[in-house]
């Protein structure tokens, strides 16, 4: 079937229609292209101190080296990584991919039951952790295949004195290192002077190799691990590095990483795509803490930032971020979760750059969709689909639906992920016979080719037959000044089905429910309007800020 792709004609000026997925074998061969060329230059950045490329080639060799020539693991195994944003996660990430093996990226914030779930599905025989989850480790290895444990400390890479005072104050004074006994475990840096003894070997290393199994939704039952293979993440690199191209200067960027990069957004927007253009990856450890990651920013000339909603929305609420130097920022990527208008609008304000909405899922690697780099204004769209990819709506049969319509939005192109992990039905339901992936995410596409999301299937909420997005009712309420967090979602009500809940994080205590209501009421149809609205200190969210809504539908009318 032919697709018409209105939104090609609506390309900044100098981006392709297609990329070239061949120009790079491997994620390794992007590495080392980025080496050659930018040797001497700052690649990652973390807690005062910098590394090179060269010391990233180094390191992560070294780390190669003793994966297969120590350990003797063989192309394929899994190696899992636990860590926050530290020096050595790059490093782990580059080591375990240029040795042909890949990557499960874990969430460090596991419980042991989460953690064993993902190493048992795996199959991973090695884990890389920082000290602060080694007890989540001992506790959770039992009965999974892990035979060898690399752990390391937050300051093992700071040099002398600095990195014995960061462990010995994170152990003993700030109590952020529980015991833990891991017997045989091997120091991160042991591991890299061990695998000086060995010469790194030439691994063969084909596009349709895995490079990453990603997991994902476990929002919905059981986490499952995408199969991202290096031709997905090379696709994506190349598809994200032209979008921005006419942005970006090679060699001469500085980004700020803020959000983890075992989350598929930063690690390929941040980790990847930034390498690629040979940019310094300022990592921020521990973004939770406001005050603390403000005080990063005012250190550093930084040119782009990328986040979720929640923590461009707390940045804009942490006193001292106004007063930040943004002279040399010129891109600000937000992703993960729907950008809100207030949100957005007051980043401009502040910064004087746009906020433009990208879109993607991990099973995307993840860019599918993204606005133009010279937007002027947030626009409340995704974007237009990125070079060498296609997008369109469907309806509940698998038909395309016309422009205008509101259906599941599917994607087709190279960064595609190759199926779940060990699940072919899981991966039938969501790639269909004609190779599109169903989103889950109900959206529309104007004459433009932009694209709009609605609404996540599963989070619509059905008002007597009527659907209400809950994106929408929150950007109303975004918008009152005594409100800083919000989240609608859908309870059971004997009249209507389902009814419209609110939480709100306020801003001012002395906001009101019927302040809410009267609000709600100027802005928002009938069936739209909040039936219950409650107050909280703060709202759940995930490791990278996604408020987590279905923890929110507990019926408790507060008003």
Not at 147 to 165: E, N, Q, S, W
Not at 378 to 391: E, K, Q, R
Request: aromatic share 8%.
């Amino acid at each position: 079937m032919t697709i018409e792709r209105p939104w090609l004609a609506h390309y900044p000026a100098g981006i392709p229609a297609q990329i070239d997925v061949d120009e790079f074998s491997s994620i390794p061969a992007v590495l080392e292209a980025s080496i050659r060329k930018f040797r001497d230059r700052p690649a990652f950045a973390n807690m005062g101190k910098t590394l090179t490329y060269a010391q990233i080639d180094e390191a992560s060799g070294q780390l190669a080296a003793y994966l297969l020539g120590e350990l003797k693991l063989k192309k394929g195994d899994r190696v899992a990584i636990m860590m926050p944003n530290c020096l050595q996660y790059p490093i782990a990430t580059f080591g375990i991919l240029r040795a042909g093996l890949t990557v499960v990226n874990v969430n460090p914030m596991y419980t042991p039951r989460e953690l064993r779930h993902q190493l048992v599905d795996s199959g991973a025989t090695v884990i890389l952790v920082l000290d602060n989850f080694g007890r989540t480790v001992e506790q959770a290895a039992e009965g999974t295949a892990i035979r060898h444990v690399i752990t390391t400390g937050l300051g093992d890479l700071l040099g002398f004195p600095k990195g014995a005072i960061v462990n010995f104050v994170l152990k003993y004074v700030k109590k952020m290192v529980p015991d833990y006994d891991l017997p045989g475990a091997v120091r991160f840096n042991d591991a890299l002077t061990l695998g000086q003894r060995h010469a790194l070997p030439e691994v063969s290393i084909t596009p349709d190799d895995i490079a990453f199994l990603q997991y994902t939704g476990g929002t919905t039952g059981v986490a499952k691990g995408a199969m991202l293979t290096h031709r997905n993440l090379v696709a994506n690199m190349q598809q994200a590095a032209a979008w921005v191209s006419q942005l970006v200067n090679e060699g001469g960027e500085i980004i700020i990483t803020a959000l983890p990069l075992y989350h598929i957004f930063s690690l390929t927007a941040n980790g990847l795509v930034f390498m690629k253009i040979g940019a310094l990856n300022y990592l921020i450890t521990n973004p939770r803490d406001m005050p603390g990651f403000v005080k990063e920013l005012s250190k550093v000339k930084f040119t782009a930032i990328t986040g979720v909603n929640t923590l461009f929305n707390g940045l804009l609420n942490t006193p001292g971020f106004d007063k930040v130097d943004f002279s040399q920022l010129r891109l600000t990527l937000g992703g993960g979760m729907a950008v809100q208008r207030a949100v957005a609008e007051r980043w401009k304000q502040v910064t004087g750059v746009t906020l433009v909405e990208a879109y993607g899922l991990t099973e995307t690697s993840p860019a599918a969709c993204i606005n133009p780099m010279d937007l002027a204004e947030y626009n409340g769209s995704i974007g237009l689909p990125v070079p060498s990819t296609d997008a369109c709506i469907k309806d509940e049969a698998g038909a395309m639906l016309p422009v205008g319509s509101v259906g599941e939005l599917c994607i087709q192109g190279p960064q595609v992920m190759k199926g779940y992990w060990n699940r072919p039905e899981d991966t039938a339901q969501v790639i269909d016979a004609d190779g599109w992936l169903h989103t889950g995410d109900m959206a529309r596409m104007e004459e433009t080719g932009f694209f709009y999301i609605v609404d996540r299937k599963k989070d619509m909420i059905l008002v007597s037959g009527f659907n209400v997005y809950p994106n929408e009712v929150e950007d109303v309420i975004a918008m009152m000044p005594g409100v800083l967090e919000v989240a609608a979602v859908g309870v059971p009500d004997e009249k209507s089905g389902e009814a419209v809940k609110l939480v709100i994080v306020r801003k001012d205590p002395a906001l009101t429910i019927e302040q809410v209501k009267a609000h709600a009421r100027e802005n928002l149809t009938g069936y739209k309007q909040p039936r219950h609205v409650e107050f909280r200190d703060e709202l759940p969210k995930s490791n990278v800020g996604k408020i987590l809504r279905r923890e929110l539908r507990d019926p408790s009318p507060a008003g």
